[in-house]
């Protein structure tokens, strides 16, 4: 009998040391709903399928902002996923959160697994990556602002849908055109703060901020009041009065009015093609986005916007095995090439880039890869790197006010951005003070 | 004016138009919510949209309450009916032991137990949000029942006015109590809770109101979709980014979390009233 | 007031007053010293450190014009709701007064607004002048005006006002037709005798009865102005555009849990301790008072 009872014993631990070893839980928290929601969700299904020791668990935080939020409350909480989708605004935030978050090069080399950082597409990655060249959290989904121009209001407007639009002294004469023409919104713009004032002075090579727009220091100031930024914020500040530029909101609510086929010409990021194709009804372009031709330098190149994954301390060693597995599944070429053709983001890597121009879709679905020649056409200089800025959501904030009161009339261009830099700054002073 | 004093039919017809232009302004709202909760997307979208109900009220609230955007209502309005009764019940029941406390019984440290509650009167929860988080995140409370419900039955007003009541309660039902042998237990099952049950019942009804309409807070320490609660869950239901807001949608969901409290108003409304009127006193 | 009859137990008061002194001492009493004491701290928003800066924050946020112009925003904010709430309400609860018949009806016709949430009311509100699909603002539209309340301050605030006295003013009517119908029918009636018109009696006998009231009223709407109408603002404009709806509630909210500000937002806390203990003061000098009516 004892034996029978020892055997059993031996028997159920045996038994709970295999359930044990079920597989490990990796949570993996986001912003996206909707069609990207459901592409990312495709994602996950297929890690999951491929192997059998991780299953990585996606669930949706509500918006950027509040997606950053919960990740930093569960941090407080002890209850912190593994990885966590955070808008390019916070990598400032996120970069100075020692203990809190692990970067991706040290995770990779913990874990053991091989890594290699020049596989990388410079433009994207170096957004995420120290001076030193350590790569710190994962792009995801990065795009670029390019010109999407509505055919058929042009044609209905008596205008050629061809014409050249690569100067923003041609878009003026466009704009003049279709107003003329009968337009009633000739220009619309999503995101305005990332378009038109920082890849603004990014593909003019002018700064946004000292310092190399603070990848070289925490004592970085704001710059964007220079001459080029206060020409193209004052012209555009006439466009509205002239009712030629429609200002919709602060975020992406542009985008419904250029679907629904409202507006003629739009300004916005290059992963909106996703959407457009699906709604719009009517026949569209994608063009790089335009530059002034009276600045020397001009174009340089742009800046990414979106997001990247950043890796959270406080978990356990064969845990972030998983995770390194899985970020480097989502870095494989297959799905990165798939990504970037169904989402219209960039790809990460110059392998998943080649693929795609190499299988044709380049040709077939053209303007689709502007986003990448217009990133990569130059090699970045100081001022065209990226954006790492403390408190930068914030400061997104404030220049949306500001330009806000220039749309409406209420200060001229040149006092607006004076009044965004100087309050920014103090952002900036405080953010430094907490973090030197 | 209690009461007419000249009643003469043209003031009259005046006064009721009045009235019923004040009634019309407080509840058109709603009953654009309505009609907008029974009509399409499309309808919505292309203004203006019908000002008379439409036929799709099954499905909108179907979807509504099954899907949602974030949340099933029916997983949202649960959450909500658990955090309002458990303030409700939680308020009350210590509240009222406490009073009892506080009026009936001498003990060392008594007037610091009452001036103590006095102090937390009227400083609502807005005041402390921060810190608030932070206890509550420290004991592991965020996105849970507890967390949602025990902050707000913090502060002592409750508790002030059944001091109040039981001030106005005449002492010779004491005295008479004793002679009889009850002891205090006795005295507040038998006695005591009978003579409040009034009050207790107007006191629900605005706790109920109280706790189903909280917003900043559930805001705050929820960030787990499943534990929105539908006042507060609303308001994430309007997209971010690309996508539309789903009128039909969110106005049923509007409706819904309308539903209760309004409920409980109309049906209870002699005794809300009473309530509300006679904590101020 | 006390007593004079009480009970005798040594342990029972103790295990009585547990609970509320407990939940209080832990949820109100140690979040409002904390709030305190951190408002002179930094803390990193992931909560691993936290630099002491002394007054700084308080410095930082007193030389922010933005933050000060938020203390005007709120006062602005705050007497429009309580003002138009409170006068709607009045001449509501004049008339229901008025009517002997239906006034039961008419009672329970306005008082349900009190059950919707502020944040439910700054939804409906928000779709009827939603400036792409609302109805209101198409029929603006359909008159010559453009409404959009997401560009013009001024119309961003109308459109909070509104919605959150809206909904304020079945609570404030309750207490006004019970103050009415508080006041005896002689007196009126004497006044009538005399000659006196609707207005006289109204301004030099109705009124003055009404003011502890109106006094009431007027702190308690003050209070939801100040604190409960978050929601409202929250669904509606956010605190924009260009800060024109940031009432001091929303900026502790902004600052600290979207903005990761902790330091700030605490700062800003205390001031609004500060804020709501004047008006519970000046309160409860006046309920002292009314005591003695």
């Given amino acids: ?436 | 004016m209690g009461g007419m004093v000249e009643k003469r039919g043209f003031g009259l017809i005046l006064t009721h138009l009045g009235l019923i232009a004040g009634i019309a302004v407080l509840c058109f709202p709603i009953y654009l919510a309505f009609v907008a909760s029974t009509v399409t997307q499309a309808d919505i979208v292309r203004p203006p949209m019908p000002l008379i109900p439409g036929s799709h009220f099954v499905e909108n609230y179907r979807n509504a309450l099954f899907s949602g955007m974030n949340a099933p209502v029916w997983r949202m309005m649960f959450n909500s009916m658990v955090m309002a009764l458990g303030i409700t019940i939680g308020k009350i029941s210590i509240s009222i032991i406490s009073a009892y406390a506080i009026v009936y019984f001498r003990f060392p440290g008594r007037s610091v137990c009452f001036w103590l509650i006095f102090l937390t009167l009227m400083l609502p929860v807005e005041v402390r949000i921060v810190p608030t988080y932070e206890v509550v995140a420290g004991f592991g409370m965020l996105n849970s029942y507890s967390g949602l419900i025990l902050p707000l039955i913090a502060s002592a007003t409750a508790t002030f006015l059944f001091r109040q009541l039981f001030m106005t309660i005449p002492d010779e039902l004491i005295e008479a109590a004793r002679i009889d042998g009850a002891g205090p237990i006795r005295f507040f099952f038998d006695i005591l809770l009978p003579m409040s049950r009034t009050n207790i019942a107007a006191l629900f009804v605005i706790l109920f109101i109280y706790g189903w309409n909280q917003y900043l807070w559930p805001l705050l320490i929820t960030t787990d979709p499943d534990m929105n609660t539908v006042v507060m869950g609303i308001k994430q239901m309007f997209p971010s980014g690309d996508d539309y807001a789903d009128w039909p949608v969110i106005m049923a969901t509007t409706m819904m979390a309308m539903l209760p409290p309004v409920l409980v108003v109309v049906l209870m409304q002699k005794l809300f009233v009473k309530g509300l009127i006679e904590q101020e006193k | 007031m006390e007593k004079r009859v009480t009970f005798n137990n040594r342990l029972l008061p103790y295990a009585l007053v547990a609970p509320q002194m407990l939940v209080t001492a832990i949820f109100f009493f140690w979040p409002a010293g904390q709030a305190i004491y951190q408002s002179a701290f930094i803390p990193d928003p992931f909560g691993l450190r936290s630099l002491f800066v002394g007054f700084g924050n308080f410095e930082f946020l007193f030389s922010d014009p933005y933050y000060l112009a938020s203390f005007q925003t709120t006062a602005v904010f705050s007497s429009l709701v309580t003002g138009i709430s409170m006068g709607a309400a009045l001449w509501l609860a004049v008339m229901a007064d008025r009517v002997i018949k239906g006034s039961g009806a008419y009672r329970t016709l306005l008082i349900w607004p009190y059950a919707v949430a502020p944040a439910v009311a700054g939804v409906l509100w928000l779709f009827m002048f939603n400036p792409n699909v609302g109805i209101v603002s198409w029929y603006l539209k359909a008159l010559g005006y453009d409404w959009n309340h997401v560009l013009d301050g001024r119309e961003a605030m109308t459109l909070v006002v509104v919605a959150s006295a809206w909904k304020q003013i079945s609570y404030n009517f309750l207490f006004f037709l019970a103050g009415l119908h508080a006041i005896p029918r002689s007196l009126i009636e004497a006044a009538a005798i005399d000659g006196a018109s609707f207005w006289k009696r109204f301004w030099t006998i109705v009124f003055p009865l009404l003011s502890p009231i109106t006094f009431f009223l007027l702190v308690v709407n003050l209070v939801y102005a100040f604190f409960e109408t978050f929601g409202v603002i929250h669904t509606i404009t956010s605190g924009g555009p260009q800060q024109a709806t940031m009432i001091l509630v929303y900026k502790v909210y902004a600052d600290g849990f979207v903005g990761q500000d902790l330091g700030s937002s605490a700062a800003q806390s205390v001031v609004l301790l500060l804020v709501v203990g004047v008006l519970t003061v000046i309160q409860f000098r006046f309920i002292e008072r009314r005591v003695h009516y």
């Avoid at chain 1, 990885?83 to 916070?90: R, Y």
């Fill in chain 1, 1 to 436: 009998m004892k034996t029978m009872t020892a055997i059993a014993a031996a028997l159920a631990a045996f038994l709970s040391a295999t359930s044990a070893n079920a597989a490990t839980e990796i949570q993996w928290w986001h912003a996206f709903t909707g069609r990207l929601g459901n592409l990312l969700a495709e994602q996950v299904e297929t890690f999951n399928a491929s192997q059998s020791e991780y299953v990585v668990v996606a669930s949706h935080k509500g918006n950027y902002s509040e997606t950053l939020n919960a990740g930093i409350a569960a941090f407080r909480a002890g209850e912190q996923p593994h990885i966590l989708q955070v808008f390019e605004v916070g990598t400032a935030t996120m970069m100075a959160a020692r203990g809190a978050v692990m970067p991706m090069y040290e995770l990779m080399a913990e874990t053991g697994t091989t890594f290699d950082p020049g596989a990388y597409l410079a433009a994207v990655a170096g957004y995420y990556t120290t001076t030193d060249g350590e790569m710190l959290s994962l792009p995801y989904n990065s795009s670029t602002p390019v010109l999407y121009v509505n055919r058929d209001a042009f044609e209905a407007a008596a205008l050629d849908p061809d014409m050249d639009l690569s100067t923003w002294e041609q878009v003026g004469d466009a704009l003049d055109a279709l107003v003329a023409g009968g337009e009633d919104c000739a220009l619309v713009t999503a995101w305005q703060s990332w378009v038109h004032l920082e890849n603004l002075s990014a593909y003019h090579n002018v700064p946004f901020a000292t310092q190399d727009n603070g990848f070289a220091g925490l004592d970085t100031e704001l710059a964007f009041n220079g001459p080029v930024q206060v020409k193209h914020i004052r012209t555009m500040g006439e466009w509205a009065r002239d009712g030629k530029f429609i200002y919709t909101g602060r975020r992406n609510e542009g985008g419904a009015n250029f679907r629904a086929g409202e507006c003629a010409l739009f300004t916005e990021s290059s992963a909106g093609y996703a959407g457009v194709k699906a709604n719009a009804e009517f026949a569209f372009d994608i063009r790089p986005l335009p530059y002034w031709a009276s600045v020397e330098g001009a174009p340089q190149n742009t800046i990414i916007g979106g997001a990247s994954l950043w890796v959270m301390e406080g978990h356990d060693p064969e845990e972030y095995a998983g995770v390194a597995a899985f970020l480097n599944f989502l870095s494989t070429s297959d799905i990165q090439a798939k990504w970037h053709q169904d989402t219209g983001y960039m790809p990460i890597t110059m392998a998943a880039y080649e693929q795609t121009r190499a299988s044709g879709f380049y040709e077939q679905n053209p303007g689709t890869d502007i986003a990448i020649i217009q990133m990569t056409a130059k090699a970045p200089t100081p001022d065209s790197k990226g954006l790492r800025l403390g408190s930068f959501d914030q400061i997104r904030s404030i220049i949306d006010e500001e330009l806000e009161a220039v749309w409406a009339g209420d200060k001229t261009a040149q006092e607006a951005l004076d009044s965004a830099v100087e309050r920014g700054n103090r952002l900036l002073r405080r953010f430094e003070q907490a973090n030197r």
